[in-house]
């Protein structure tokens, strides 16, 4: 598959959560009516609405995120940053969700606010793919060794110093056996 061939959303509106999601799992599922059904659903009683923007153009939380995946049959496994990413079994994990600060633009002008983003990281045929809407298509990451670098000293898609968060993306047994963590790091 080349990179022409791998699933890739582009940012429109404050939808990144949205395109995240349909980005790791390689297909167009999840949508903005979606996303704001399950944002209804997590605050039933709220006018305003905790989990997205209060102007409905996006900006959905990581509840949404979770319970979008729960959907599925999948879950979120938000990544410890103490721990190497060394430590993680790839064969087991179906992609990541990155949520990043990101830079404010309004056209070409960058203003000096920054916010935060989300973003898709995926294997597609044993090459890892960094999926982020705002790119202007899939970008190859690599092997397991380049992803394994990429999310330990990588500037963009950096976590080990507090830059971004991770979520590791995980079929739901896999979670609960908790398969995605090397055995002797299951233990800690």
Known sequence: MSEGEVFHEKQRLELCAIHALNNVLQERVFTKETADDICKRLAPQCVMNPHRSVLGT???????????????????????????????????????????????????????????????????????????????????????????????????LLISQDIAEMLLVVQKEIDDDGTWLKPDETRK
Not at 138 to 143: E, Q
């Open 58 to 156: 996006g900006n959905y939380d990581v509840n949404v995120i979770m319970a979008a995946l729960q959907s599925r049959g999948l879950a979120a496994v938000w990544w410890d940053k103490r721990r190497s990413v060394q430590n993680l079994c790839l064969d087991k994990i179906q992609g990541f969700i990155l949520n990043v600060p990101s830079r404010v633009s309004l056209g070409f002008v960058s203003l000096p606010l920054r916010r935060r983003h989300w973003l898709a990281v995926r294997e597609v045929n044993g090459q890892f793919y960094n999926l982020d809407s705002k790119l202007k298509g899939p970008a190859c990451i690599g092997g397991e060794t380049e992803l394994r670098q990429g999310l330990g000293i990588n500037t963009h």
